[in-house]
């Protein structure tokens, strides 16, 4: 069911590496409630292709950007609003890769340059994205960013390496710019924390599928699906919640807030 939310509205959606991936989900539930954005992911990401079908399905242009490049996010925001023609009213940043996790190296022995790619990949590229957007006034008065994170933020997952370190970092920089982009243009950013989700990302975690279905039974609604994510992010993006602002929003089944559930007990 389309609600025609978003029609009117410019957007940014970032990270949609193939069709299991969350951004892909949002982008075309946003073209199904009527906006008009840009992807965008980085250059080597694009290679495989796979982002120009959604690009065509969605009439979307796509400008490729290291999301860690000052330069080429300047010419992402630039480019959107010529392209787009005006300032942008939302951005999705979906963005997230640890070397450490990818060589399965442990938290108590990283290597600290992996950690500070990491960092650097999936939570200060919200602080550059913001600040860029800032100096190039490119984003409309309300205009909403949602950036998705996980509750390893909060809680130890001995599974998650330093991915844990730069979710806690990427909330707080949605707090922190939250405020001064809130004060000086009633620009809103939150982060969803996001249930595990089947997508390159998600299954780069080792022992994914058993955490996944761990967090399954846990959650009193299940697993939250990329497509009911893709929903809730809508809504964060629509004018509807125009006064949500600084959140960390658990988007999980309940499964945040749930302590044990028989489901998980029985297995024991
Ligand atoms: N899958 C899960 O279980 C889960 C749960 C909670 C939160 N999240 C978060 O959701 C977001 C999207 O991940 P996903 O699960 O859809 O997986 P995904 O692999 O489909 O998306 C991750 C994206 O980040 C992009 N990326 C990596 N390095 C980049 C760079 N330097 N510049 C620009 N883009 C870059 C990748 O190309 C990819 O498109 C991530 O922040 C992830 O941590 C995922």
Redesign the pocket.
Known sequence: MNYNLLKGKRGII?????S?????KVAERAHAEGAVFTL???P??MRMGEIKKLAESCNAEVIG????SITDIENLFSKSQEVLGGKIDFVL?????SPNLRKNLPYTDLNYDFYVKSLD??AM?LHKMMTVAMKQDALNEWASVV????IAAQRTYSFYGD?ADA?AM?ESVARSFGFHYGKAKKVRINT??????????????KG?DNF?DFADKLSPLGNAS?DACADYCITLFSDLTRMVTMQNLFHDGGYSTTGISEDVWKLF
Do not use: E, R
């Not at 970032?14 to 193939?18: E, F, I, R």
């Not at 299991?20 to 892909?24: C, F, T, Y």
């Not at 950007?65 to 860690?68: G, M, V, Y």
């Not at 950036?147 to 996980?150: G, N, P, R």
């Open positions: 970032s990270g949609a590496l193939d299991n991936s969350i951004a892909w965008t992911n980085a080597v990401a950007a290291d999301a860690t940043h979906s963005i997230g890769m990949v999936s590229s950036a998705l994170s996980y991915m979710k990427l969803v924390s996001q249930s595990p989700t089947k997508t390159t990302a998600g299954s780069g975690i994914f996944y990329a």
